[in-house]
């Protein structure tokens, strides 16, 4: 299940689920990582939610109920960032709000949280957010560095002062690529990572395809060796 979440099954690099966030707020790490812990946050909650009142919702109105209960915790998150990361909430705007209409969240309560007990259903929404702040941090960080030279710069609206030290810079001379920061950047750089996904699972499969003897026993082919020596052939 962890692994389905961060790479097997991503929603972001798979599914290609949960778009509109993670392109228009990618345009820094530090963006990108605020945005992946916040629908996180609110994946891991309405799940655990939809999961307990699973066997209460009568059908027809289980969609209208997801609804009600991820907009509950959109409205929790929005007022907790605002409270205590003010100035990330303002550079996020108006798509902490949208973490409702995400189709990711309103697709693994209907798929999986609703059909499921509290613990797989809690830990589905985490593997499934994480990897989804997997790929939103890593597209902003190239985006960061190929536009402006830096990374995880205002590291500090995110984790105070003390994570200044994290931002790491080329310096004021550094003319890097505007495309990376514009919308289209977005689009061909998450193309990239989309290719590369594909190119190391299709790198593995062929690994483990290699590392298989040819002619080796199989596990059936083990047990039906066991049943023969437990039954040998009458005497003539």
């Given at each position: 299940?962890?692994?389905?979440?961060?790479?097997?099954?991503?929603?972001?690099?798979?599914?290609?689920?949960?778009?509109c966030p993670l392109l228009a707020t990618t345009t820094s790490a530090t963006n990108g990582l605020g945005m992946g812990l916040a629908t996180t946050t609110v994946l891991v909650l309405s799940n655990l939610v939809i999961s307990l009142i699973r066997n209460l919702m009568r059908p027809e109105i289980r969609l209208p109920v997801f609804v009600l209960v991820i907009a509950s915790f959109v409205t929790a998150v929005e007022?907790?960032?605002?409270?205590?990361?003010?100035?990330?909430?303002?550079?996020?705007?108006?798509?902490?709000?949208?973490?409702?209409?995400?189709?990711?969240?309103?697709?693994?309560?209907?798929?999986?949280?609703?059909?499921?007990?509290?613990?797989?259903?809690?830990?589905?929404?985490?593997?499934?957010?994480?990897?989804?702040?997997?790929?939103?941090?890593?597209?902003?960080?190239?985006?960061?560095?190929?536009?402006?030279?830096?990374?995880?710069?205002?590291?500090?609206?995110?984790?105070?002062?003390?994570?200044?030290?994290?931002?790491?810079?080329?310096?004021?001379?550094?003319?890097?690529?505007?495309?990376?920061?514009?919308?289209?950047?977005?689009?061909?750089?998450?193309?990239?990572?989309?290719?590369?996904?594909?190119?190391?699972?299709?790198?593995?499969?062929?690994?483990?395809?290699?590392?298989?003897?040819?002619?080796?026993?199989?596990?059936?082919?083990?047990?039906?060796?066991?049943?023969?020596?437990?039954?040998?052939?009458?005497?003539?």
């Amino acid at each position: 299940m962890i692994g389905d979440g961060l790479w097997r099954q991503n929603q972001a690099l798979v599914a290609l689920l949960g778009l509109c966030p993670l392109l228009a707020t990618t345009t820094s790490a530090t963006n990108g990582l605020g945005m992946g812990l916040a629908t996180t946050t609110v994946l891991v909650l309405s799940n655990l939610v939809i999961s307990l009142i699973r066997n209460l919702m009568r059908p027809e109105i289980r969609l209208p109920v997801f609804v009600l209960v991820i907009a509950s915790f959109v409205t929790a998150v929005e007022l907790v960032m605002q409270a205590n990361f003010y100035e990330l909430s303002r550079t996020l705007g108006i798509f902490i709000p949208l973490i409702v209409t995400n189709c990711m969240i309103v697709g693994r309560a209907e798929s999986f949280a609703s059909r499921n007990p509290v613990f797989p259903a809690v830990v589905d929404g985490l593997a499934m957010g994480l990897g989804y702040s997997l790929v939103l941090t890593v597209l902003g960080g190239i985006r960061e560095f190929l536009a402006q030279g830096t990374l995880f710069y205002q590291a500090d609206i995110l984790f105070g002062e003390g994570a200044r030290v994290l931002s790491l810079s080329l310096g004021p001379d550094f003319h890097g690529a505007l495309l990376a920061i514009l919308p289209p950047g977005a689009f061909i750089t998450l193309g990239f990572l989309i290719a590369l996904k594909n190119i190391l699972d299709k790198a593995m499969a062929r690994r483990r395809a290699s590392a298989r003897v040819p002619g080796a026993a199989t596990p059936d082919d083990r047990q039906s060796a066991g049943k023969a020596t437990d039954h040998p052939a009458p005497a003539t």
